[in-house]
């Protein structure tokens, strides 16, 4: 397939005609944005992925290994670090979102596409102070948990200002977004005819807007202490350090909703395009990502059920959590429905997003065991968390959007990949995820605690067999990358449907034009209308 | 957790059975839930896969309202089951117990102390007797810790600055793993104690024994530092059999040559190990990190003299 005779047509190049370092750095289009948030967010995925392959090369052996254990700590720090703030926060939302939202409600841009590409740069500044803080590595854990981070020597203070810049950016896009969604649907696209990615991602945006703040400030706070010795956290000083988790959380909860709304979103989309049949019960997921949102501001207290915090707050905390699974569950169910009597095919975009089905159901029933108090007592801080937190993020948000990078790759380059080889790659990432993380859960419950550079030797079993997934996982993740790369030169030119989907981005060439419509579509019916109507079941 | 093989809850504390109990609760639903919901998936994907050539028109179903109630209020009911279980042991867990032994518990940068009643302190070893409940604690001396015993399934965060408290009742003799399980520095994975839990006769002929080695008194000044070792918690980061911690071993550190970080070389004399002791962080071994608290103040004079006569018996 190297030789595909590609030269003979005058291949139209879309919104990706001009070249050169200006027609990227200074564009406002939402396409170009889009592609330079997921090479800057696909690049931390690799480094901080690089950084877990080191900490669980070392974990083969219980005792001391290949390097310190003041190093293990920091590679831990900054494979959290990375992956939170660099990768996964913005992976979906800021990159795919950016790309898609206005092709997917049919319009020319965002809102505000001079503050689209401000966010864009104020993000890479962050990320220059937060690679700036390497100097000074940190080795707090991405959780910064006072007083431990405000008197180690590591930088800080300085990191603090990095994410304070990467929030920054957060606020803008989801402002951005909201506005652009409010504002600037095609002609004829009531609510209920968007597609749920757009409701997920406003629902995402509504949480980015209103949490994303308070983090900022408790960084502020942070550094106020550090600096000036103003204490708000230090005991000594007269803080309180349970304040710092109660704020840490309160912003770092709701963003878990940032993290997966989005891939719920992509897996909306996908499902019924390879089923070809239509969504399955649409307001419900509509609602139900809303209801995440919401009901995600009211239960970060269960971070800290064994932190000191008062029996009664856990309490309520606790109840409150266990209903952000309802409207979760539901999706699920829904999802599954809607393969019922369907006419599935199985290329890798459906792979990916039966994978997210499969993998979350067993993240989120874990879950009850850490929303439960008496369970999370024991299983808290140990490796069952580790297990459950990366079944949700990995294997639903990291699906989610392998899902849409493979869903998407033909519109946004204007090619296809092999799908022979993104079918390898996804037997590799899926049964190499599950070798990783499954033993995890077991080596929780038998109490291994988390972040233990050095264990007990009675942990090595399970933890050798976790390291040697990590390396089929990386090498599925290694070809699936390699084929987009070489796709994006030698794929064969993409139809401009080749899905056939009912969504906009499908109406438009691929890749799309600068304009991104030659002419605005007007929408006539929702986006799910798959299967013949005249056969409508009454059940 | 009871093991994935048997499940059974374990009896080695009153809190151990409680828990697990309600673990074995959540994951009967879980499976259940699991059974159907990936069954279904597996099932549908594999019967409804579009065979092959053949376009198959697909029925227009958009949904189905009595079944999305009964799937929201299904799950609810149990989710509320769970909740109500695991927030009822949970409370028992914070109960006082009656008569309960009271121990202090202080945690240090990466060092358990334990002091019991009759004032005795021990690091990283905590020794109850079978079948007393005992009421724990805790504060912590720098940042927080977490004390966790895995098998009796109980964890909680130590704080500095304020106290926080765990009951238990041990119902087996035996021995235990303590781990920090709150991300605390450099030591973090190294801060493990130990629980021996004794019958009632033999904890108390080791209450005595200890009370009499203690009265003895005339104690020489390697004696009195090795005392000062175990209860100063030196044992977290320097090992005295040979093996690197945190710091460096104490094995034959006593006339042995040290590179420090700056590359220069110095010979562990008197005055190196006193320093050590009281300016830590300024002549620092190659290969560890200046992290050391500074003991000036908290150890007296002769305090530091019989730490350094126990040294030197360390061969």
Redesign the interface.
Same mark, same amino acid.
């Given at each position: 397939m190297a030789d595909h005779p590609n030269t003979s047509l005058p291949e139209d190049r879309g919104y990706l005609s001009e070249h050169g370092f200006r027609s990227w750095a200074l564009t406002m289009d939402h396409k170009r944005i889009g592609v330079m948030y997921i090479w800057t967010t696909l690049g931390f995925f690799v480094v901080a992925g690089i950084l877990a392959l080191l900490l669980r090369l070392k974990l083969l052996v219980p005792g &001391?290994a290949l390097f #310190?254990?003041?190093t293990y700590?920091v590679l831990f720090t900054m494979h959290g670090a990375m992956m939170i703030f660099l990768f996964i926060i913005p992976a979906i939302p800021s990159a795919l979102g950016n790309f898609f939202i206005p092709l997917l409600i049919g319009c020319r841009d965002v809102a505000f596409p001079r503050l689209n590409l401000f966010s864009y740069w104020i993000f890479v500044a962050g990320i220059a102070v937060t690679v700036g803080t390497l100097a000074a590595p940190m $080795?707090?854990?991405w959780t910064f948990?006072t =007083?431990?981070s405000a008197?180690?020597s590591a930088a800080v203070t300085a990191l603090s200002f990095g994410l304070f810049l990467i929030g920054m950016s957060s606020i803008l896009t989801g402002l951005n977004f909201i506005v652009t969604i409010h504002t600037m649907r095609a002609p004829g696209m009531g609510w209920y005819r968007m597609p749920l990615f757009i409701w997920a991602m406003y629902a995402t945006s509504v949480i980015q807007v209103l949490s994303t703040p308070v983090i900022g400030i408790t960084f502020l706070l942070l550094a106020a202490e550090r600096v000036f010795g103003i204490g708000f956290f230090d =005991?000594?000083k007269g803080g $309180? &350090? /349970?304040l710092f988790q109660h704020f840490f959380w309160f912003y770092s909860h709701p963003v878990v909703y940032v993290m997966i709304l989005p891939a719920m979103g992509i897996v909306s989309e996908v499902v019924p395009v390879f089923?070809?049949? &239509?969504?399955?019960?649409?307001?419900?997921i509509a609602y139900s990502a809303l209801a995440i949102a919401l009901i995600g501001f009211l239960v970060w207290g269960h971070h800290m059920?064994?932190?000191?915090m008062s029996?009664v707050a856990?309490?309520i905390f606790?109840?409150l959590t266990?209903?952000v699974?309802?409207p979760t *569950?539901?999706k +699920?169910?829904?999802w +599954?429905?809607t393969?019922?009597?369907? #006419?599935?095919?199985?290329e890798s975009p459906m792979l990916y997003a039966?994978s997210f +089905?499969?993998l979350f159901?067993?993240g989120g /029933?874990?879950g /009850?065991?850490l *929303?439960? /108090?008496?369970?999370?007592?024991?299983?808290? $801080?140990?490796y069952f968390l580790v297990a459950h937190f990366h079944y949700t993020m990995m294997g639903g948000t990291v699906m989610g959007l392998f899902a849409g990078l493979h869903y998407w790759f033909p519109k946004m380059t204007g090619r296809m990949f092999n799908e022979t080889w993104a079918k390898s790659a996804w037997w590799l990432v899926v049964s190499g995820f599950n070798v990783t993380f499954f033993p995890m859960f077991?080596l929780g419950?038998?109490?291994m &605690?988390?972040? @233990?550079? %050095? @264990?007990?030797a009675k942990y090595q079993a399970l933890n050798v067999v976790a390291t040697v997934g990590s390396w089929f996982l990386a090498l599925g993740v290694i070809i699936m990358f390699a084929n987009f790369i070489k796709s994006l030169r030698n794929g064969p030119l993409a139809p401009d449907n080749p899905w056939r989907g009912l969504t906009l981005e499908w109406q438009t060439t691929s890749p799309p034009p600068e304009e991104n419509f030659h002419e605005i579509p007007t929408v006539t019916d929702w986006p @799910?209308?798959?299967?013949?109507?005249n %056969?409508?079941?009454r %059940? | 957790m009871p093991y994935p093989t048997t499940l059974k809850a374990s009896e080695v504390s009153l809190a151990s059975h409680d828990v697990d109990a309600v673990f074995i609760f959540i994951l009967a639903i879980a499976g259940f839930f699991f059974v159907l919901t990936q069954g279904l998936l597996i099932y549908f994907a594999i019967r409804y896969r579009k065979k092959k050539g053949v376009e198959e028109a697909t029925p227009y179903i958009t949904g189905n309202h009595a079944l999305e109630v009964v799937w929201i209020v299904i799950p609810s009911l149990l989710l509320v089951a769970i909740f109500v279980y695991g927030l009822t042991v949970f409370i028992k867990m914070r109960t006082p117990l009656p008569n309960a032994a009271e121990i202090q518990v202080t945690a240090s940068q990466f060092t358990w102390s334990f002091k019991y009643p009759d004032g005795r302190s021990v690091a990283n070893e905590l020794r109850l007797p079978l079948g007393q409940p005992v009421k724990l604690i805790m504060i912590s001396r720098d940042v927080i810790h977490g004390f966790f015993i895995p098998a009796y399934r109980q964890k909680q965060d130590v704080l500095p600055g304020s106290y926080t408290y765990l009951w238990l009742l041990p119902k087996q003799a035996g021995t235990y793993d303590i781990y920090c399980s709150q991300y605390c520095g450099t030591g973090h994975s190294l801060m493990r104690a130990t629980l021996i839990v004794m019958p009632q006769p033999q904890y108390q002929a080791w209450v005595a024994a200890e009370l009499q080695k203690q009265q003895a008194g005339a104690q020489s000044p390697a004696e009195r530092g090795k005392a000062l070792f175990e209860s100063a918690g030196g044992g977290g980061c320097h090992s005295i059999d040979g093996s690197p911690k945190v710091g460096p071993t104490l094995k034959g550190i006593f006339g042995s040559r040290v590179t420090l970080t700056t590359g220069q070389s110095v010979v562990a004399d008197e005055e190196y190990l006193r320093e050590s002791l009281e300016e830590p962080n300024e002549q620092v071994v190659q290969g560890f990190q200046p992290i050391m608290p500074s003991f000036r103040g908290s150890l007296k004079q002769d305090e530091i003299a019989a730490l350094i006569a126990y040294m030197k018996t360390l061969k």
């Amino acid at each position: 397939m190297a030789d595909h005779p590609n030269t003979s047509l005058p291949e139209d190049r879309g919104y990706l005609s001009e070249h050169g370092f200006r027609s990227w750095a200074l564009t406002m289009d939402h396409k170009r944005i889009g592609v330079m948030y997921i090479w800057t967010t696909l690049g931390f995925f690799v480094v901080a992925g690089i950084l877990a392959l080191l900490l669980r090369l070392k974990l083969l052996v219980p005792g &001391p290994a290949l390097f #310190s254990d003041h190093t293990y700590n920091v590679l831990f720090t900054m494979h959290g670090a990375m992956m939170i703030f660099l990768f996964i926060i913005p992976a979906i939302p800021s990159a795919l979102g950016n790309f898609f939202i206005p092709l997917l409600i049919g319009c020319r841009d965002v809102a505000f596409p001079r503050l689209n590409l401000f966010s864009y740069w104020i993000f890479v500044a962050g990320i220059a102070v937060t690679v700036g803080t390497l100097a000074a590595p940190m $080795d707090t854990g991405w959780t910064f948990y006072t =007083p431990y981070s405000a008197q180690t020597s590591a930088a800080v203070t300085a990191l603090s200002f990095g994410l304070f810049l990467i929030g920054m950016s957060s606020i803008l896009t989801g402002l951005n977004f909201i506005v652009t969604i409010h504002t600037m649907r095609a002609p004829g696209m009531g609510w209920y005819r968007m597609p749920l990615f757009i409701w997920a991602m406003y629902a995402t945006s509504v949480i980015q807007v209103l949490s994303t703040p308070v983090i900022g400030i408790t960084f502020l706070l942070l550094a106020a202490e550090r600096v000036f010795g103003i204490g708000f956290f230090d =005991p000594a000083k007269g803080g $309180d &350090p /349970l304040l710092f988790q109660h704020f840490f959380w309160f912003y770092s909860h709701p963003v878990v909703y940032v993290m997966i709304l989005p891939a719920m979103g992509i897996v909306s989309e996908v499902v019924p395009v390879f089923a070809r049949k &239509p969504i399955f019960g649409y307001k419900a997921i509509a609602y139900s990502a809303l209801a995440i949102a919401l009901i995600g501001f009211l239960v970060w207290g269960h971070h800290m059920f064994v932190s000191g915090m008062s029996t009664v707050a856990g309490v309520i905390f606790s109840f409150l959590t266990f209903f952000v699974a309802v409207p979760t *569950g539901m999706k +699920i169910f829904n999802w +599954i429905a809607t393969l019922y009597k369907g #006419s599935i095919t199985f290329e890798s975009p459906m792979l990916y997003a039966l994978s997210f +089905i499969f993998l979350f159901i067993i993240g989120g /029933l874990t879950g /009850l065991f850490l *929303g439960a /108090l008496a369970t999370d007592v024991h299983v808290h $801080d140990t490796y069952f968390l580790v297990a459950h937190f990366h079944y949700t993020m990995m294997g639903g948000t990291v699906m989610g959007l392998f899902a849409g990078l493979h869903y998407w790759f033909p519109k946004m380059t204007g090619r296809m990949f092999n799908e022979t080889w993104a079918k390898s790659a996804w037997w590799l990432v899926v049964s190499g995820f599950n070798v990783t993380f499954f033993p995890m859960f077991i080596l929780g419950m038998q109490g291994m &605690p988390r972040r @233990y550079a %050095e @264990y007990p030797a009675k942990y090595q079993a399970l933890n050798v067999v976790a390291t040697v997934g990590s390396w089929f996982l990386a090498l599925g993740v290694i070809i699936m990358f390699a084929n987009f790369i070489k796709s994006l030169r030698n794929g064969p030119l993409a139809p401009d449907n080749p899905w056939r989907g009912l969504t906009l981005e499908w109406q438009t060439t691929s890749p799309p034009p600068e304009e991104n419509f030659h002419e605005i579509p007007t929408v006539t019916d929702w986006p @799910y209308g798959y299967g013949s109507r005249n %056969e409508a079941p009454r %059940e | 957790m009871p093991y994935p093989t048997t499940l059974k809850a374990s009896e080695v504390s009153l809190a151990s059975h409680d828990v697990d109990a309600v673990f074995i609760f959540i994951l009967a639903i879980a499976g259940f839930f699991f059974v159907l919901t990936q069954g279904l998936l597996i099932y549908f994907a594999i019967r409804y896969r579009k065979k092959k050539g053949v376009e198959e028109a697909t029925p227009y179903i958009t949904g189905n309202h009595a079944l999305e109630v009964v799937w929201i209020v299904i799950p609810s009911l149990l989710l509320v089951a769970i909740f109500v279980y695991g927030l009822t042991v949970f409370i028992k867990m914070r109960t006082p117990l009656p008569n309960a032994a009271e121990i202090q518990v202080t945690a240090s940068q990466f060092t358990w102390s334990f002091k019991y009643p009759d004032g005795r302190s021990v690091a990283n070893e905590l020794r109850l007797p079978l079948g007393q409940p005992v009421k724990l604690i805790m504060i912590s001396r720098d940042v927080i810790h977490g004390f966790f015993i895995p098998a009796y399934r109980q964890k909680q965060d130590v704080l500095p600055g304020s106290y926080t408290y765990l009951w238990l009742l041990p119902k087996q003799a035996g021995t235990y793993d303590i781990y920090c399980s709150q991300y605390c520095g450099t030591g973090h994975s190294l801060m493990r104690a130990t629980l021996i839990v004794m019958p009632q006769p033999q904890y108390q002929a080791w209450v005595a024994a200890e009370l009499q080695k203690q009265q003895a008194g005339a104690q020489s000044p390697a004696e009195r530092g090795k005392a000062l070792f175990e209860s100063a918690g030196g044992g977290g980061c320097h090992s005295i059999d040979g093996s690197p911690k945190v710091g460096p071993t104490l094995k034959g550190i006593f006339g042995s040559r040290v590179t420090l970080t700056t590359g220069q070389s110095v010979v562990a004399d008197e005055e190196y190990l006193r320093e050590s002791l009281e300016e830590p962080n300024e002549q620092v071994v190659q290969g560890f990190q200046p992290i050391m608290p500074s003991f000036r103040g908290s150890l007296k004079q002769d305090e530091i003299a019989a730490l350094i006569a126990y040294m030197k018996t360390l061969k």
